[in-house]
């Protein structure tokens, strides 16, 4: 896989760790449905994620201007942040299941630089002059390009990040 | 917009997958069999069941049915040991240099397991 920055075995030893970690050991011993059970968690937790995102992003690129945008960031916020956290305690102890057999697999690779760079983009938006004036008052011509650049990265990161997760297993 | 479809079609372009599991698309039409030595035992964690086995100097990653339903047809966690000899029979990947099956049945002794009975 040239097209990546570095060799297709990066993590192995991490990858092998995790495997025989306490988690990983817990994990496998909870019964022949709970592989399922927790990829079904992880699935509702992305639907959090992605969808109080993209009504965000959305809303951030022009759509419903009638809607004011404090009206929206509110909750999606909320949504989108929830969403996460079931995401990130669901995906977890799923990747400890069998972590060595990902191993070599790109798309693990792309997909957690992807959130690496979508978390940074959420950190860089909410420290904007531009993010906090929205909550008090109507946005420049201005402020509004700025939001709407940081939801234009924010649907590639995230897009980016779901495409490759959903590819890991199809590797 | 640009951004985004250039970021989806860079990877759609890098996803030629082999379909370790999820699909039988990458996997051969013809059934092979396999005997050799069990490596690693039965594991019912994850979407499928697992087992890797030794055959000559290879070592082979089987991947069974998913794990509700290989326990179903009676292969769970511990019934055969490591280095005990078992006959399988299944699809292997179309790409030869690995060695993975989609594992339909498997002989242990006297015991037989039809964890895809359907495809048989």
Avoid at chain 1, 80 to 102: H, I, N, Q, R
Avoid at chain 2, 57 to 69: C, I, K, S
């Amino acid at each position: 896989m040239t097209l990546l920055p570095f060799g297709t075995h990066f993590g192995a030893p991490f990858l092998r760790w995790l495997e025989h970690s306490q988690l990983g050991v817990f994990t496998r011993s909870l019964g022949v449905w709970s592989y399922g059970i927790i990829n079904l968690v992880h699935i509702l937790g992305i639907v959090m994620l992605f969808g109080a995102i993209l009504l965000l992003d959305l809303r951030l690129l022009g759509a419903w201007r009638s809607i004011p945008l404090a009206a929206i960031s509110r909750p999606a916020t909320t949504v989108a942040m929830t969403g996460f956290c079931v995401a990130v305690l669901s995906g977890v102890p799923m990747l400890t299941v069998k972590s060595s057999d990902y191993i070599g697999n790109p798309f693990l690779l792309i997909k957690f630089p992807a959130i690496a760079l979508a978390l940074v983009n959420v950190w860089l938006v909410h420290r904007s002059p531009a993010w906090a004036a929205h909550k008090v008052r109507d946005l420049t011509r201005r402020e509004q390009m700025r939001l709407a650049a940081g939801a234009a990265l924010s649907l590639t990161f995230w897009l980016t990040a779901i495409t490759a997760g959903r590819m890991i297993g199809y590797w | 917009m640009t951004r985004l479809l250039s970021a989806i079609s860079t990877v759609l372009l890098i996803s030629t997958p082999a379909f370790a599991h999820h699909g039988w698309g990458g996997q051969e039409e013809q059934v092979t069999s396999l005997t050799g030595t069990v490596v690693q035992g039965v594991s019912l964690a994850g979407p499928h069941a697992t087992m890797k086995i030794k055959v000559g100097n290879d070592v082979w990653d089987l991947t069974m049915a998913p794990p509700a339903r290989t326990a179903n047809a009676g292969l769970k966690e511990g019934l055969i040991p490591i280095g005990a000899t078992v006959m399988v029979r299944g699809n292997r990947n179309l790409d030869h240099a690995r060695h993975e099956m989609k594992t339909i049945f498997v002989k242990h002794g006297t015991a037989e397991y039809h964890v895809y009975a359907d495809r048989e």
